[in-house]
C-alpha cells in the first residue's frame, strides 16, 4: 500500500500509474427520501484502470453518473486535476476529456456504425451550421480529420466489416464494442464503462478485456469501469472499489479486497439488521 | 503486353523482375491495400524502395546466405516484400500457415531451421515466442503491426519499420553487399521454399526455384494473355503455392497490381470495391457464395424473384455458349441483354465480379451446378489442376473449352503420362527441385527422369485431350467382393447439394459403402428458419429427424446416380449419419486447404463406424474438440444412423 501514496508507481506488469487525476470528496448522493450513495471517498489515478464492484442497486451506476456530471451530488465534491469541478453539463464534462458508455447500450440504431462513431467525434467539431449543411471550406477540413480518427477506433477495435452496417442490425456483443468505439472516438483522458462485459458470452468478454486492456495500454487511457464478473474485475484492474447500499464497503488492490470480511459478507448475502 | 519486355531466361529471379518492373513501369501501382478504411497504393518505384530498405536492415541483423526466413502473417502488402527482401539477401523464403496452432508450427519452424521470422502481429509473434523453447534457433523476430508489443522484450524483437530505418541508414555501408547478393541469384537459386499441406503424415518443404516459379509464371500468364492493367484480390493463404504464383510470380512477371483486403472479414466487401479481373478461388468460396445469393433470394420479393427465376432459367439454356462463343440465335441473344441489364449485371457487380476476365478454381471438384451458374453469368470460371510440386499448373482449361466434368489439357510446357494403376505422372519446368532435407521422399516422388508422380489417379479422354480425375490413387481400393472403391468420387456427389458441407465414405476392404456427412450450417439453418424448426446448437440441429430426413433423400439420390455408373455402382451408400461436429482442420481432422484427413477421422471416430457396419440403429459417442485458444473440451453425442435405398447394379439391365 505504500507505493499507492507515492506521486507515481509502475505496476508489475510495467505500466506507469501517475498521479490522482479525479478524486470523490464525501459524496452524498439521494433521491427524494432515497440515499443511493453516502458519504463516499475515493480517488482515480493516471493511467489506472479503476474498478467499481458491488452487489444490484449499490449504487454504482449512480456514482458513474456523478463522476460524468450526469448527477448533481447533494452533499460532497468532485474534484478534478487537483481542483473542485463546478456544477456543469454532461456535454461540457465530456469536453474536458471524459468519455462514456452506457449499461443499456444507447446507440442511434438506424444508424450505420461509422456514423455512430462519429458523433463521438462532436465534442472536437467547431465549424459552423452553415458551412456544415454547404460541407465547404472548414467543415470538409473538419469531416476529414475526424474520419481518420474514427477509422483508427475503428481498426483498433477490428469492426471494420461491419463499418457501414446499421447498428440496429448487429448482435449485442457488437454493439457493446461499437458504444466502445463511440467513447474511444472521443480521443478521453478518462473513459467511463458502465458493465462493458454484461450479457457477453465468454469468448466477446475475453476479447472486450484484451480491448480494455489495449486501450489502457496503447494510449495511456485511465479507465473506470463497472463490472459484476468478478474474474474479469480481478484481471483486468489496478483498484477496485466496493460498494454496498450506497456506502463503500472496501477500497484497494483486487488481493485486498479478495480478503476483505465486508466485501465477503456483502457478496454472499449477510443480512443487514 | 509485358512479355514484350524481355526474353525469357532475361530476368532469372523475382529481384530481377522488381528491378525490371521499379525501372520500365515504376509509377504503374504494384501493391494496394485498404487501411483505415482507404485503399492504400504503392507503385513498383516505391515498392522497389521499400523491399530494398527491408534487405538492407536484414543485412544489416546479420542475414547470411541460405538462411531461411519464415514469413507469417495474412495478406499483406509488407509480408510479400519480407519474401522478396530475403531472396535479394540470398536467403529463402519460407511462408507458414497463419491459422495454425504454435504446436504445429514447432515442427515447420525446426525443419527448415529457421534464422528470422517475419510475424504480422502480437498474435503470431505470441505462438513463435511460445515455441522458441523448442526451435532454439530462431534468432530474430520482425513483427510488422506494432499493437500490443509495447511490453515485449525487445532484445531480439524488431519493428518492421524499425529495421527499413536501420537499412536505409546503413545504405551507404551496405548497399554493394547486397547488390552483389542480388548479382548472384539465377535460374537455379531457391526462389521460395513451401510446406505441403500434408494430407499424410508430416508436412514437406517443397524447394522451388527461380526457374521453377518465372518459367511457370511466363507460360500460365501468356496462356492466360494476362496484361500489366490487370488486378487480383490477394486472399488467399501465403503459405499456398496458389498465391504465390499469382501474387509474386505472375504478378512480378506481367506487373500487375496485387490488391490485400482490410481484414479476412472485410474480404466480400473488398472483391466488390476492387472487382478484380483474375480472380482464384477454391471451390469452396464460390460454393458458399451461391449458397448466400439463393438464401437472400429466397427472402426476396415475389416479383424479383419470379424476374430472377426467369433471368436465370434463360441464362443456364444460352449462358455458357455465348460465353464460349458458339451460335445462338438473335432473340435469345436480345433476351440475355435484358438479362444482363436487370440480373446478371447488378448479381455480378454485387459478388464482386462485374471485371473478372478469367477465374480460376481448383484444389477440389467443383459441383457441375456451382460451375454453370457462374458460367452462364458470363464469368469465365475454369478449372486448373495443379500441386505445390508442379509450382501450380498440371492441366488448365483453355478458353472455349471449358467444362466441368474435366480439369483441362496440359498446360503449357507441361508433359503428361498415366500409369498402369492410373496413376498421373506429369514433367514440366515447373517441377519442384527437391523436398527438403528429405532425399527419400524427393526419390519416391520424382524419378531421374524428372517425372513426378501426383498420387491422383485418372484418364485422358481420347477425343478432347481433357484430363479426369477420380480419385487419389492411395485411396481408389477395392471392396471385399473385388468391386472398384472410389470414395471422393462419392463424396463430391454429396457435396455438391448445398445442404451438405463434408462427405466421408468408407467401405475399402468392406462389404459395403457407408458414409459421415457434415450438414451445412448456413443453409440448413435458414432452412429451419423458414420452417420454424427451433434449434439451440449445432448437434441439435445436426441430429433433427427432418433434417436427416433431407440429407437421406440427397443420400439415396447420389445412389441412384452411383449406380448408372457400371464401374463405380459398389460405391453406394447403404447406411449413414449426421455427425455432432464440423470436421475442423484445428481438431487434426482436416488439413488447413479444408481436405479431409480420411485416416485421423476413421481412427477419432471409430466408434461410429463400428455401428455403422454392425447394424445398430444408434451409437453414443465423446469426441475431444480443441477451441482456437487451443484449450480442449468434450462433447458428447447420441447419433442416429440410417440406412438408405440403394439401386440394383444396372448392369443385368444392360444385357
Known amino acids: 500500500m505504500n507505493q499507492m501514496n507515492a506521486e507515481s508507481y509502475v505496476t508489475a506488469d510495467g505500466r506507469t500509474i501517475g498521479g490522482v487525476v479525479m478524486e470523490m470528496k464525501n459524496i452524498t448522493l439521494r433521491f427524494g427520501g432515497v440515499t443511493a450513495i453516502e458519504d463516499i471517498s475515493f480517488d482515480i489515478r493516471e493511467g489506472e484502470i479503476r474498478a467499481i464492484i458491488g452487489p444490484n442497486g449499490a449504487g454504482k451506476s449512480s456514482m458513474l453518473n456523478v463522476i460524468s456530471g450526469f448527477y448533481v451530488p447533494q452533499e460532497g465534491e468532485v474534484w478534478f486535476h487537483g481542483a473542485p469541478r463546478p456544477k456543469m453539463r454532461p456535454y461540457k464534462v465530456a469536453k474536458q476529456g471524459i468519455a462514456r458508455t452506457f449499461q443499456n447500450i444507447a446507440l442511434f440504431e438506424g444508424m450505420s456504425v461509422l456514423d455512430n462513431v462519429m458523433t463521438g467525434r462532436l465534442t472536437h467539431m467547431k465549424s459552423g451550421m452553415l458551412s456544415q449543411a454547404m460541407w465547404w471550406g472548414k467543415a470538409q477540413r473538419e469531416e476529414f480529420e475526424n474520419r481518420a480518427q474514427v477509422e483508427k477506433v475503428i481498426d483498433f477495435l477490428e469492426i471494420q466489416a461491419i463499418r457501414k452496417t446499421p447498428v440496429g442490425r448487429l448482435p449485442y456483443g457488437l454493439k457493446k464494442r461499437v458504444e466502445l468505439a463511440r467513447a474511444l472516438a472521443a480521443e478521453p483522458k478518462l473513459l467511463l464503462l458502465d458493465e462493458p462485459m454484461a450479457g457477453m458470452n465468454v469468448e466477446e468478454k475475453e476479447d472486450m478485456s484484451r480491448f480494455i486492456l489495449d486501450v489502457n495500454d496503447e494510449f495511456g487511457t485511465t479507465i473506470c469501469l463497472i463490472e459484476h464478473d468478478m474474474g474479469v474485475v480481478m484481471d483486468l484492474s489496478d483498484r477496485v472499489v466496493v460498494m454496498d447500499y450506497g456506502k463503500k464497503i472496501g477500497d484497494g488492490t483486487p488481493n485486498d479486497v479478495r480478503n476483505n470480511q465486508a466485501v465477503i459478507d456483502a457478496y454472499l448475502g449477510v443480512s443487514h439488521d | ?655
Open chain 2, 1 to 655: 503486353m509485358a512479355y514484350e519486355l524481355a526474353a525469357a531466361g532475361e530476368y532469372a529471379s523475382i529481384p530481377a523482375l522488381l528491378a525490371r518492373n521499379a525501372r520500365d513501369i515504376g509509377d504503374k501501382p504494384a501493391y494496394r491495400e485498404k487501411e483505415f478504411g482507404i485503399w492504400q497504393s504503392w507503385t513498383w518505384a516505391d515498392t522497389a524502395e521499400e523491399i530494398r530498405a527491408l534487405a538492407l536492415g536484414m543485412l544489416a541483423l546479420g542475414i547470411e546466405r541460405g538462411d531461411h526466413v519464415a514469413i507469417i502473417g495474412r495478406n499483406r502488402p509488407a509480408h510479400y516484400w519480407a519474401m522478396v527482401a530475403a531472396q535479394m539477401c540470398g536467403a529463402v523464403p519460407v511462408p507458414l500457415y497463419q491459422d495454425a496452432v504454435a504446436e504445429e508450427m514447432v515442427y515447420t519452424l525446426d525443419h527448415c531451421h529457421a534464422r528470422f521470422v517475419v510475424c504480422g502481429d502480437q498474435e503470431q509473434v505470441d505462438k513463435v515466442l511460445e515455441v522458441q523453447e523448442q526451435v532454439a534457433h530462431i534468432e530474430h523476430v520482425i513483427y510488422f503491426d506494432k499493437r500490443g508489443m509495447r511490453k515485449y522484450n525487445h532484445a531480439h524483437l524488431n519493428w518492421y519499420h524499425d529495421i527499413q530505418e536501420e537499412g536505409r541508414a546503413a545504405h551507404t555501408r551496405l548497399e554493394s553487399e547486397l547488390d552483389a547478393r542480388i548479382a548472384e541469384l539465377d535460374y537455379d537459386s531457391t526462389c521460395v521454399m513451401l510446406y505441403t499441406s500434408g494430407t499424410t503424415g508430416k508436412p514437406k518443404g517443397v524447394v522451388l526455384s527461380n526457374r521453377n516459379i518465372v518459367e511457370s509464371a511466363i507460360n500460365s500468364a501468356e496462356f492466360d494473355s494476362l496484361h500489366r492493367d490487370d488486378d487480383i484480390l490477394a486472399y488467399l493463404p501465403m503459405a499456398w503455392v496458389g498465391d504465390f504464383i499469382f501474387s509474386l510470380g505472375q504478378a512480378y512477371w506481367v506487373g500487375f497490381c496485387t490488391n490485400c483486403p482490410e481484414s479476412p472479414d472485410t474480404m466480400m466487401n473488398d472483391l466488390r470495391e476492387i472487382g478484380p479481373t483474375y480472380y482464384f478461388a477454391p471451390p469452396r468460396v464460390f460454393e458458399t457464395q451461391l449458397t448466400n445469393v439463393m438464401i437472400r433470394m429466397e427472402d426476396a420479393g415475389r416479383f424479383k424473384k419470379r424476374m430472377f427465376d426467369y433471368f436465370m432459367a434463360h441464362a443456364k439454356n444460352v449462358g455458357p455458349a455465348i460465353l464460349d462463343g458458339k451460335p445462338v440465335s438473335a432473340i435469345d441473344k436480345l433476351k440475355y441483354k435484358l438479362g444482363e441489364f436487370f440480373i446478371y449485371g447488378p448479381l455480378k457487380n454485387t459478388l464482386g465480379f462485374s471485371r473478372v476476365r478469367i477465374g480460376y478454381t481448383a484444389g477440389e471438384a467443383i459441383g457441375p451446378e456451382i460451375f454453370e451458374f457462374y458460367r452462364s453469368l458470363g464469368i469465365n470460371l475454369k478449372q486448373l489442376y495443379g500441386q505445390t510440386e508442379a509450382t501450380v499448373f498440371i492441366t488448365v482449361h483453355p478458353d472455349g473449352q471449358v467444362r466441368a466434368d474435366t480439369v483441362g489439357v496440359p498446360a503449357p510446357g507441361v508433359e503428361l503420362r498415366i500409369a498402369d494403376n492410373g496413376e498421373i505422372f506429369y514433367r514440366s519446368p515447373g517441377t519442384f527441385v527437391e523436398y527438403y532435407n528429405n532425399p527419400e521422399s524427393t526419390a519416391d516422388t520424382k524419378d531421374s527422369e524428372g517425372w513426378v508422380a501426383t498420387g491422383d489417379a485418372g484418364f485422358i479422354e481420347e477425343n478432347s485431350g481433357h484430363l479426369r480425375i477420380i480419385d487419389r490413387a492411395k485411396d481408389v481400393g477395392k471392396m471385399s467382393d473385388g468391386r472398384l472403391f472410389a470414395p471422393k468420387y462419392v463424396e463430391n456427389k454429396l457435396k455438391f447439394y448445398p445442404d451438405i458441407l463434408e462427405a466421408v465414405v468408407f467401405g475399402s476392404g468392406r462389404d459395403m459403402c457407408t458414409a459421415f456427412i457434415n450438414i451445412d450450417l448456413t443453409a440448413i439453418g435458414n432452412w429451419a428458419e423458414r420452417n420454424n424448426i427451433a434449434y439451440a446448437s449445432y448437434q441439435e440441429l445436426a441430429g433433427h429427424p427432418q433434417v436427416y430426413g433431407a440429407i437421406q433423400a440427397h443420400v439415396e439420390e447420389v445412389n441412384k446416380s452411383v449406380a448408372a455408373d457400371e464401374m463405380l455402382s459398389g460405391c453406394q451408400i447403404h447406411r449413414f449419419l449426421i455427425l455432432h461436429k464440423e470436421l475442423d482442420a484445428d481438431d487434426g481432422e482436416m488439413t488447413r486447404t479444408r481436405k479431409v484427413r480420411r485416416i485421423v477421422v476413421a481412427d477419432k471416430f471409430s466408434d461410429l463406424i463400428g455401428a455403422l457396419y454392425d447394424g445398430s440403429t444408434q451409437q453414443y459417442t465423446e469426441t475431444e474438440v480443441t477451441y482456437e485458444d487451443g484449450r480442449k473440451g468434450k462433447i458428447t453425442a447420441t447419433l442416429e444412423i440410417r440406412d438408405a435405398a440403394v439401386m440394383a447394379a444396372q448392369k443385368v439391365a444392360a444385357e
